[in-house]
Nanobody, 120 residues
């Protein structure tokens, strides 16, 4: 079955950086677009970034453009999210997903995610 294991989250000060990783298994990774979503306390699950199956096309939420970079390594079945210039409002649980993804009732209800906390 599809398995996605996120890692790399943690506590970082405003302006700092983190790199999230998501290792995939159970499907042919190179055939699928992949994405990152996040859910902050009291807020709805929202898309953050997406990347095409061969990595040639990417897209980002306006709130993270210019600060976050999504990439992938199909040889390692892994998708990454490099997060720079982090802000307190980036605090959330981050989830990776195969795309397309339907979010039900505003909840990121798949996987365990990785917690990112931006605080001084």
């Amino acid at each position: 079955q599809v398995q996605l294991v996120e890692s790399g989250g943690g506590l970082v000060q405003p302006g700092g950086s983190l790199r999230l990783s998501c290792e995939a298994s159970g499907f042919t990774f190179s055939r699928y677009s992949m994405g990152w979503y996040r859910q902050a306390p009291g807020k709805e699950c929202e898309p953050v970034a997406g990347i095409g199956s061969v990595g040639g096309s990417t897209n980002y939420a306006d709130s993270v453009k210019g600060r976050f970079t999504i990439s992938r390594d199909n040889a390692k079945n892994t998708v990454y999210l490099q997060m720079n210039s982090l802000k307190p409002e980036d605090t959330a649980v981050y989830y990776c997903t195969r795309l397309p993804r339907t979010v039900v009732r505003g909840v990121c209800s798949w996987g365990q995610g990785t917690q990112v906390t931006v605080s001084s």
